[in-house]
């Protein structure tokens, strides 16, 4: 079934023998090169190309990720070899000019084929002996998150890389350049990521609920779905209505006879409520197979209706909307209708497209032209020159997450009267940091488009406590009074933890006190509301409160706020959370007469003293009261008496006097 499989992973999980049959297959010479990064790639590829040119004969096919790398790797060659057919190969190409890379060119010029992904298996291009592969391939990969599908550009992987050699060796021996290195190659991952793993589940889900397997753990895969992509699948469906409590609803086997993806299917049933059946076959084939028209020509989806049934009028003589039509012809025997080829009102599209993707109905940004908040709450983002710009709502059907901001391919204009039934009314109370104050109101949204909003005049108090607990959780420190005393008791306590580490201290740092905050503050926040409220919070008294009473004595014996100092003041003495030795500074003069450094937690920890000149500049750093005394206080107190005659400078500071200022004269 497919030429990159794992095959011997498959083997070993199902415990089968593995036969390989390798068929006739034609050397290939690999020449490797130097590797390149993704912005130099065209610049790289066509020198390579110009190698490829002199080092054989024949027609080249180049693969480079996407359509804007051949675009510019294109204007490149047709500057360098005018007198060659430069023939770029991807999705949105129109038919015909595919169609025409397949083929000798007319007038026997060799060919450069610049390509895509696209040519590795399902084209054979007459012709070709020579590959020149850049390197890299673009996957669309499924967000749950955010419903969006985002491209992303790879390495190749070793598989992919052999699939495109092989390229070169269809229809005779070939050559096949590689821009990376041999070395390179062998940290090439094995095998492509498998689908399963970056693919939208919606189908798989819902046909596993049809089997009546609601839990894909019940099945053995050979790579189990992601549970993201499955619960996502699985929410997506509840909202469509094909499932509900885990059972698939009768909507949702109305939806598994269609032949379509279940969003496409739930397009289909509702349709024929409106009586939209015929305009619904035509948007569910468009939206099916390839966008049959260039980019160029518009966003809205409602111009590809019109060109199918412009198509059908003239009996077929748009080759783009032949596979377009085919589709609409199923959906139309399926559902037993006539085709409609009257004029497309929009806006029955758009209420069509908003049925089948909900999540993608768009708000236009105002003052941003372009600009369209999407229903699940991401932006998404179109040309300023484009009719649909100037829609105010949108109804997407094509759009993918780039950056942040998706980029919209194909949508709807929408009538705001067609919304009306998807509006909700919800009831919210959240804290507003901007209003510093719990705001309640009335949201009216479609998803997490907002409508409009309305006070409620009586919220509920319950409601109010709860969400001031949320802001606080949150983002507490900012609203309430942590200031410099809250900030020293919390010190007092962590010190006493570090110190007495089997005393049973609470842990008291602020994240912590915040992610317990009901236990300790919620009695005190009920009718509170504004910022200005928690400010007046007596902060201190709370957290003093939050501890026994047997803690609070003892924390205050062992790890007092302030010491009295030999002059009859009281002195603040600065803790760490850290545990570190406390800082007690005091003036010299105070503290004569104290023979030894003071002690605090039962005398295990001695204060740090920081011993401060009459202009309280720092002297000193001790543990060590009577060493200084004895030493290093008669070396600066020669300084200090010059500096402060006035003051007092004993020779015995043992028996000395304290004092808080100058001495009185007697």
């Not at 010029?109 to 040519?119: E, P, Q, Y």
Request: aromatic share 8%.
């Amino acid at each position: 079934m497919s030429a990159t499989l794992d095959s011997r992973k498959l083997a070993e999980t199902l415990q089968i023998p593995l036969l390989e049959s390798v068929g006739r297959q034609y050397p290939v010479d690999l020449r490797y090169c130097e590797g390149t990064d993704l912005y130099a790639l065209p610049s790289a590829i066509s020198s390579v190309i110009g190698d490829a040119l002199a080092g054989g004969d024949g027609d080249i096919l180049a693969f480079l990720p996407g359509q804007g790398e051949i675009k510019k790797t294109e204007k490149i060659l047709r500057t360098r070899y005018p007198d060659l057919a430069i023939l770029p190969l991807y999705g949105q190409l129109p038919f015909g000019r595919q169609q025409a890379v397949l083929l000798p060119h007319p007038e026997g010029k060799r060919k450069i084929v610049l390509a895509t992904a696209i040519a590795e298996t399902s084209l054979t291009i007459e012709g070709i002996r020579t590959v020149v592969d850049g390197g890299f391939m673009r996957s669309s990969r499924y967000n749950p998150n955010s419903g969006l599908n985002r491209l992303e550009t790879l390495p190749v992987t070793q598989d992919t890389a052999t699939q495109r050699a092989g390229r070169a060796g269809r229809l005779g021996p070939g050559s096949c350049y590689r821009l990376w290195t041999r070395a390179t190659q062998d940290k090439l991952l094995p095998f492509r990521e498998p689908e399963i793993l970056q693919t939208d589940l919606a189908s798989l889900v819902l046909e596993l609920h049809k089997w009546g397997i609601s839990d894909h753990r019940e099945l053995d895969w050979i790579t189990p779905p992601p549970q993201g992509h499955w619960e996502e699948a699985v929410s997506t469906l509840e909202h469509l209505g094909a499932l509900d409590s885990g059972k698939i609803t009768p909507h949702g086997k109305a939806i598994h006879a269609f032949p379509c993806h279940p969003r496409i299917a739930h397009l289909l049933v509702f349709s024929q409520e409106l009586k939209l059946a015929g305009l619904a076959t035509d948007l569910a084939a468009v939206l099916e197979e390839k966008d049959p028209l260039p980019p160029d020509k518009g966003l809205d989806i409602n111009l590809r209706i019109e060109g199918l049934r412009r198509f059908r009028q003239s009996n077929g003589k748009k080759q783009e909307f032949r596979k377009i039509e085919k589709a609409a012809q199923s959906f139309r025997q399926l559902i037993g209708i006539e085709p409609v080829n009257g004029p497309v009102d929009p806006y029955q599209t758009g209420l069509l497209l908003a049925q089948a993707f909900p999540e993608r109905i768009a708000f236009a940004k105002p003052g941003n032209p372009g600009l369209f908040q999407l229903a699940n709450g991401k932006m998404a983002r179109m040309e300023r020159r484009d009719e649909l710009s100037r829609e105010s709502w949108l109804a997407i059907a094509q759009v993918n997450e780039r950056d942040r901001t998706g980029k919209i391919f194909l949508a709807s204009p929408l009538s705001p009267t067609d919304l009306r039934p998807m509006v909700k009314v919800r009831p919210k109370i959240y804290w507003d940091s901007q209003e510093e104050a719990v705001q309640a109101v009335e949201e009216w949204k479609i998803g997490q488009i907002l409508l409009q909003k309305k006070p409620i005049h009586s919220p509920d108090p319950e409601a109010i406590w709860q969400a001031l607990l949320e802001a606080l959780c949150q983002s507490g420190e900012k609203w309430l009074p942590f200031d410099e005393t809250v900030v020293q008791w919390q010190n007092r306590i962590l010190s006493l933890r570090a110190w007495n580490p089997d005393a049973g201290w609470p842990d008291v740092r602020t994240d912590l006190l915040l992610a317990r905050i009901e236990t300790w503050l919620g009695p005190y926040l009920h009718g509170l509301r504004t910022a200005s409220d928690l400010k007046k919070l007596r902060l201190l008294e709370i957290l003093q409160q939050s501890l026994s009473y047997s803690q609070q004595s003892e924390a205050d014996k062992r790890a007092p706020e302030r010491i009295q100092l030999p002059s009859g003041s009281w002195v603040r003495i600065r803790y760490f959370s850290s545990g570190e030795p406390p800082v007690l500074a005091a003036r010299l003069q105070e503290l004569f007469g104290w023979k030894r450094t003071p002690r605090i937690n039962g005398g295990s920890v001695p204060l740090l003293l920081h011993l401060l000149s009459p202009g309280y500049k720092p002297v000193q750093v001790t543990q060590d009261l009577e060493n200084f005394w004895n030493h290093t206080y008669h070396e600066v107190k020669k300084e200090l008496k010059r500096r402060y005659p006035k003051h007092l400078w004993p020779e015995n500071p043992w028996e000395a006097e304290a004092i808080t200022g100058v001495p009185r004269r007697k």
